[in-house]
């Protein structure tokens, strides 16, 4: 399984797609861990500063991703491997951006949300996963390098519970879901929180605009939440 799989994590300048571009690109592939800075062509902002601790006195030296080798690598292994991560569309947009193309993709995010279909977990981020679920390894919180351990750990445990439950071509069932937008049952916060989504409408539709509003206004585009509420709402 792990032979076609390509482990992987970004840190950005920010999350605005339009603007902001890598700063640190980490992959593992076949046990080997690569991880390297870039300069990107934009400033670091704060806010993604304050989170992966990476300033532009940090990176001003470094090389430039579209001349590196790392970029040169990375199209190589994708154009044969499936690549692995979580909030995967970010990451493949923004490799996009940059001039690296990922063919298959299998979003680590979306994968949990699907088989958490109680709602039984309170978030999905990568970082609280690894404590909810007990994960005992090493790694620097939001880092690159650190979360790709964090994201093998947990793309294991996604197979082992879809094997589990009677999937059969796991890694394509994984690309499939990954490929479209949920539709996601329950609120797992806010007033509503463990309440059904299409319950919740028939009495507070109001609520369901308002958050549809945050979302589409929100830097961080999140696609099945945006998906589902427009599906309650019949908005196409």
């Known amino acids: 399984m792990d032979n076609s799989i390509v482990y992987l994590d970004t840190e950005t300048t920010g999350i605005d797609l339009l603007v902001d571009r890598l700063v640190q690109v980490a992959y593992k592939f076949q046990g080997r861990l690569v991880s390297s800075y870039f300069k990107p062509a934009v400033p670091i902002s704060v806010k993604s500063m304050s ?39 970010f990451d493949v947009d923004i490799l996009y951006k940059e001039g690296v193309t990922a063919k298959r993709y299998i ?17 999905y981020g990568l970082q609280y996963l690894r404590y909810y679920l007990e ?8 880092d690159a390098e650190g979360d790709v351990l964090v994201l093998e750990k947990l793309f294991h445990y996604l197979y082992k519970r879809m094997e589990n439950e009677g999937y059969t071509n796991i890694l394509e069932e994984m690309i499939e879901i990954s490929s479209k937008p949920l539709l996601l049952r329950m609120f797992n ?24 509003e945050q979302k589409l206004n929100s830097e961080n585009y999140d696609e099945d939440w945006i998906f589902t509420l427009k599906h309650h709402l019949k908005i196409n």
């Open 135 to 142: 994960f005992n390894l090493d790694a620097k919180a939001h």
């Open 51 to 89: 989170i992966s601790h990476i300033t532009n006195e940090m990176v001003q030296n470094a090389e430039e991703f579209h001349s590196s080798q790392m970029k040169h690598d990375l199209q190589e292994l994708l154009n044969q491997n499936i690549l692995v991560a979580h909030n995967a569309g």
């Open 189 to 212: 916060y806010g007033k509503h929180k463990g309440k059904i989504i299409e319950e919740v409408l028939t009495y507070d539709r109001n609520y369901l605009e308002w958050m549809l």
């Open 107 to 123: 979003d680590t995010l979306k994968i949990i949300r699907f088989l958490d279909c109680n709602n039984e977990i309170p978030e």
